[in-house]
């Protein structure tokens, strides 16, 4: 089946240790983005990649940096983590960006800092 | 900015039970809205609204949006217990920056709660 695969599923990482979640799709989608969301709270944007083009959101913070190598990855990078970075992260396909094209997930990554 | 917020928070209720979920939004040049099913893990994608007055059903789940008010209700009847999760509205609009494309901004959710 054609789907959005995100690892680790669960990850712990040490306050300042620079970690890596990974992304891959299968539904050959133009459009990635990576989503922070908290517990009880919306899904936040953080940046997409429409194609190799890269977009950041205004606030998301520099510590937060992506990767896109081909049409199948992505990668979020948080290069220096603190406590209020725990979170899930989401990451999700579009085939295009707009309103025809609804966004399919993946089943994130619980991102714990210690 | 856009801004979507979701009522009730959280919702209990029982099996059988017919439960309304509210989704009002702030948007700049609205698109569509979306509805979303998040149980432990991705969101799953339920309704993507465009026009008012138009009902989108997939069996006992069933949505409309009114464009003039500026909401959107969510309607499930005769609840079961897999229907327990957060339901998330999300819309598109054209952001602050006219990009061509727009973004999807997310409602905090719904937490919906089934006893047996």
């Known amino acids: 089946d054609a789907m959005v695969i995100q690892n680790p599923r669960y990850q712990v990482t040490q306050f300042g240790k620079p970690v890596t979640l990974s992304c891959s799709q299968t539904?050959?989608?133009?459009?990635m983005y990576w989503y922070q969301q908290k517990s009880s709270q919306a899904p936040k944007l953080l940046f997409h990649y429409y194609d190799k083009d890269f977009n950041n959101e205004a606030d998301t913070p520099d510590n937060f940096q992506s990767r896109r190598p081909n049409t199948s990855f992505c990668f979020l990078d948080i290069r220096s983590p603190g406590l209020g970075d725990a979170a899930m992260y989401l990451c999700?396909?579009?085939?295009?960006?707009?309103?025809?094209?609804?966004?399919?997930f993946g089943n994130g990554t619980r991102l714990t800092v210690t | 900015e856009d801004k979507v917020v979701q009522s009730p928070l959280s919702l209990v209720v029982h099996e059988g039970d017919t439960v309304t979920l509210n989704c009002s939004y702030e948007?700049?040049?609205?698109?569509?809205l979306l509805w979303y099913k998040q149980e432990k893990k991705a969101p799953t994608f339920l309704f993507m609204l465009?026009?008012?007055?138009i009902e989108k059903k997939s069996g006992r789940l069933s949505s409309i949006l009114d464009k003039k008010e500026l909401f959107s209700i969510l309607n499930i009847t005769a609840t079961q217990t897999g229907d327990s999760a957060i339901y998330l509205c999300a819309v598109w609009g054209a952001n602050a920056g006219g990009t061509s494309y727009g973004k999807l901004t997310f409602g905090q959710g719904t937490i919906l709660t089934v006893h047996p």
């Open positions: 948007v700049t040049n609205f698109r569509s």
């Open positions: 465009t026009s008012s007055g």
């Open positions: 999700a396909t579009s085939r295009a960006r707009g309103i025809d094209s609804p966004l399919h």
């Open positions: 539904l050959n989608h133009n459009v």
